[in-house]
């Protein structure tokens, strides 16, 4: 998982800032790159340890989708269920929902 949060930050995150970077065809890269998370998140049927077990790579993933999203217009969470449930239990964990 850490190799592959690190892909999506060198290939996606980091070309944002680039002012050549085309933001559609960075979108494009982040729906494949994000593929593989769906498929993990599928196996862990909740958070990155699975279940409801809340890890500081939790907040890491949460935020690299949010960027990710925000990327390919909106498409992330729509074309990926698996991350748009694991968005919505980060979401809603006790005492962080009352500060998303």
């Given at each position: 998982?850490?190799?592959?949060?690190?892909?999506?930050?060198?290939?996606?995150a980091l070309p944002m800032f680039n002012p050549t970077t085309v933001?559609?065809?960075?979108?494009?890269?982040v729906l494949e790159f994000f593929?593989?998370?769906?498929?993990?998140?599928?196996?862990?049927q909740g958070l990155v340890l699975?279940?409801?077990k809340v890890s500081y790579v939790d907040f890491i993933l949460y935020e690299l989708i949010q960027l990710g999203d925000?990327?390919?217009?909106g498409k992330l969470k729509?074309?990926?269920p698996n991350i748009a449930y694991y968005?919505?239990?980060?979401?809603n964990l006790p005492?962080?929902?009352?500060f998303i």
């Open positions: 998982m850490t190799d592959v949060l690190k892909d999506i930050l060198k290939n996606v933001k559609s065809e960075l979108g494009l890269k593929k593989k998370i769906n498929t993990f998140l599928q196996k862990t699975g279940g409801l925000f990327i390919a217009d729509s074309t990926y968005c919505n239990i980060v979401e005492r962080l929902s009352e």
